[in-house]
């Protein structure tokens, strides 16, 4: 057949089903996508809510006087007198709430500060030496990671009594230095971020350990221990169940605990503890809101090298 008689094939009549099925299908992947985008930021607006409005109703609760918290709205103002609410909180009882607060800052600020300190040099060290038995002494520290806090406080309120470390600052302070998790981190931002090959260097170069630590290594982690710090001032700043175990003396509470006894006490006298409850909350929050702004820039650093190692 030559290519002149090449027969050519009728063109098909297309239905108008079959024509429109893939528009449709574009139509349909295309939505996907939005939908998808849609659900999450639902859940988004959702969390951001869930967090949000009571934080709002507890900035509205603290300006106002205990008639007005139940004669108006939770998120409505009424007349402000947060200033009177302050002065009243820290006036109270020869300066309690005052006290609590120093309590906090030395149980969690102080503490997070050593207990990131022993979690960076120990992760360290199972990252960086060799030590008969360090692939199980490291096991036990994972072990260490998987049992709950609230198992321990029992035996270790037990130790202190033994010992004569309960309703005293050491029996809140010392447990709070050890952290499993802590060394788990620290020994993997030491692997994100210090380089065996610069360690020998300094090594070659004639440096002891502790020197090569802190003037090469230690600068290296420093947003790993901003981010541990982070952890462990939070944790210990809302720490609850074992200052209710080790202390006595309301003189010693840390914050968290004093507003719970000021809760069991609103009974007794309602127009007083109310508005100190209310503020005292609020001030309570602050020094994690500052310290969460201030680290964040480290706290995001070392998130992000954890998660890649």
């Known amino acids: 057949m030559s290519p002149s008689q090449t027969l050519t094939r009728p063109d098909r009549a297309v239905s108008p089903d079959h024509a429109a099925r893939p528009a449709d299908g574009r139509r349909t992947r295309s939505a996907s996508p939005l939908l998808g985008k849609g659900v999450v930021n639902g859940v988004l607006i959702a969390a951001m809510l869930w967090t949000i409005l009571p934080l709002t109703w507890l900035v509205v609760a603290a300006t106002k006087g205990y008639a007005d918290l139940y004669s108006t709205g939770g ?18 009882s020869d300066g309690l709430f005052l006290r609590w607060l120093l309590n906090s800052f030395l149980y969690a600020g102080v503490g997070a500060l050593v207990s990131s300190m022993i979690s960076i040099l120990a992760g360290y060290a199972f990252d960086k030496f060799r030590f008969p038995g360090k692939e199980r002494w490291f096991g036990l520290v994972l072990l260490g990671v998987l049992v709950p806090a609230a198992v ?16 005293s600052f050491w029996g809140v302070f010392l447990p709070g230095l050890a952290s499993p998790f802590g060394v788990y981190l620290g020994r993997v931002f030491s692997q994100a971020y210090v380089p065996d090959e610069l360690l020998e260097a300094t ?28 952890f462990g001032f939070t944790g210990g700043w ?39 409850l209310m503020t005292g909350s609020l001030v309570a929050i602050l020094p994690l809101v500052v310290a969460f ?17």
């Open 75 to 92: 998120f409505e103002f009424a007349r402000v007198r947060l200033w009177e609410n302050l002065v009243e909180l820290f006036t109270f």
């Open 152 to 167: 321990t406080t029992v035996p270790l309120y037990l130790m202190a009594s033994d010992l004569g470390l309960t309703n």
């Open 238 to 276: 809302n720490a609850f169940f074992m200052p209710l175990l080790m202390l006595s003396d309301h003189e010693l509470y840390p914050v968290g605990l004093g507003l719970f006894m000021w809760r069991q006490l609103i009974n007794t006298d309602q127009d007083l503890y109310y508005p100190l």
């Open 293 to 309: 702004f201030s680290l964040q820039r480290y706290w995001k650093a070392g998130l992000t090298a954890g998660a890649v190692k």
């Open 203 to 230: 090594r070659v170069d004639g440096a002891g350990e502790l020197r090569t630590f802190w003037q090469i290594a230690f600068p290296l982690l420093r947003p790993a221990f901003a981010t541990l710090f982070l």
